[in-house]
């Protein structure tokens, strides 16, 4: 993904000609439905307690909010050190009369905090709800939501032993697991995941078609390819030369995925979006800073 210094929005976003700053080593994942971060089968969760990035190194919305600003290839930059990037936000957002205003009606008077900052930010991931899929639609009872061609690709997802990591209202356990997908070319080094162990969270499912490229370093962009992906990884040798095929999740050597049937799960995949969600865009905001960034 591309962070700081850069132009543009989503896949458009590019580095200008001069640039120094990396990529940032793994790939966005998706803000829609974080606010059900991990819940389980049972409908149980705890928000305080939620899974947050690939290697779990947050919990919760509120302290995840704050990571990516003292992040150097996020948002950070050359500007400021780690240490000092919480404050200088504090005094930035202090000096605009407007989100004084907005702040001190929320939460009272007295001077606006990182603790704040993190609050009204993860407040605003959790209004991004988009649970209103064909396959929510199913599960809730209308039947009439899915094909029978989809219902059937449902059922060999199930089968074939992807609903053992992809499982719960929002298809994911929330668990690490240790894959071998191939390195990102565009990175410097290799990116070891969590305890240098090559593990990554198992990503929610819902809205698949909105959060490309796939998996954790973005290394695949066609949903069929990250399905042959599976398909090669009980036989074939490992993508990622820094993985054995001992270190590969157990679970994901148990996939009996066959080529013929991946059409039909990928048709059960496109019931996973809801495209009606929230996509207002603010025509202003109270810092007077374009709407996006440098987005052009």
Known sequence: SIGVNGHGLSEKRKFPAKNDIPFTKRNSQTILNTAYN????????????APMFWDLRAKGLEEQALLPIKTFEEMRGHGFNEELIAGEI????????????????????GAITAVHVSKALASFQRSLVANNS???KYMRGDKSAMSTREIEGMQL?????????????MLSDYKIHVLGVAD????????????????????SLMNLRLTRPYMHNGKINQLKEVMTFYED??????PNKNVTKEQVDTLARMLKLDF?????ILEFLTTLNDDKYDRKVPT???SGLPVGGKIK
Do not use: M, W
């Open 38 to 49: 991990g819940i389980n089968e049972n409908g149980n969760y705890s928000p305080e307690n």
């Open 233 to 238: 990884l009980p036989g074939k040798d490992v």
């Open 260 to 264: 013929k049937n991946i059409n039909t």
């Open 157 to 169: 997802f199930i089968n074939t032993g992807c609903a053992r990591c992809h499982n719960g209202p």
């Open 284 to 286: 202003s905001v109270p």
């Open 184 to 203: 990102n070319e565009l990175l410097a080094v290799p990116d070891s995941g969590f305890q240098n162990k090559y593990g990554f969270r198992t990503p």
């Open 134 to 136: 064909r396959f929510d």
């Open 90 to 109: 504090e005094r930035r957002i202090n000096s605009i009369p407007q989100y004084k205003k907005l702040f001190r009606d929320v939460f009272g008077e």
